[in-house]
Every structure is written in structure tokens, then in C-alpha cells.
Nanobody
Framework: QVQLVESGGGLVQAGESLRLSCAASGSIFSIKAMAWYRQAPGKQRELVASITGSRSTTYTDSVKDRFTISRDNAKNTMYLQMNSLKPEDAAVYYC?????????????????WGQGTQVTVSS
């Protein structure tokens, strides 16, 4: 079993910063791509940023130059540094990871989601 647990959400004013964390635990052999998604009320879940095992990153246009995704492979943890937050950034933020588990000689790759952390930005 693998779990992803997000933390770091909260209520901030526009222009302030937050740092989200996503910690993976359980039966982990390796972690491939990781990503942050967000979903605002009445909107579809959208990809915010992603990072590969080799730390190649992508960002949605609306967060470029404000958000930074990173990962610490030794800690199985991913981060999202969010600066200059805007009211339109308010959403529930979810982490996602492609994780390889090993059982005996068998390797399996599954897609996991965290439970989400709320980010609220007041104007």
C-alpha cells in the first residue's frame, strides 16, 4: 500500500506565499513522475506543474514564474513553492505520483493521489 499525504495549505492574502508538501510512504521501490493538480469549485481539475524523476519540470502558463515544483527523492517528497498568490489560485491542491512497488520479483506501477489540501487566497 502506498499513501500520498499533502500538507501546507491554508489561508493567505494576495501576494503572499505558501509551500505545499506531498509525502509518499508505503511500499515504494521508486517514484517516476510527480505532479500537482488543483480543482476550484465548479471547475475541472487542472494540471498545475509536473516533475520527472530526472527533475524535468513543466508548468501551466498561469503559474509560470510564480510557482516552483521540486522533489527530494531521498525523502519521497515533492514540494510546490507558490509565490505571489492570486485569488484565482484558490483551489484544493492534489498531488499525484506514478509509483513502482516491488513484491517478491514482481514490479507494479500505479498512479496514486493524495487527499488534497485547501489553498484560499483573499484579495
Amino acid at each position: 500500500q502506498v499513501q500520498l499525504v499533502e500538507s501546507g495549505g491554508g489561508l493567505v492574502q494576495a501576494g503572499e506565499s505558501l509551500r505545499l508538501s506531498c509525502a509518499a510512504s508505503g511500499s515504494i521501490f521508486s517514484i517516476k513522475a510527480m505532479a500537482w493538480y488543483r480543482q476550484a469549485p465548479g471547475k475541472q481539475r487542472e494540471l498545475v506543474a509536473s516533475i520527472t524523476g530526472s527533475r524535468s519540470t513543466t508548468y501551466t502558463d498561469s503559474v509560470k514564474d510564480r510557482f516552483t515544483i521540486s522533489r527530494d527523492n531521498a525523502k519521497n517528497t515533492m514540494y510546490l513553492q507558490m509565490n505571489s498568490l492570486k485569488p484565482e489560485d484558490a483551489a484544493v491542491y492534489y498531488c499525484n505520483a506514478q509509483i513502482t512497488s516491488r513484491e517478491a520479483l514482481a514490479f507494479t506501477v500505479n498512479d496514486y493521489w493524495g487527499q488534497g489540501t485547501q489553498v484560499t487566497v483573499s484579495s
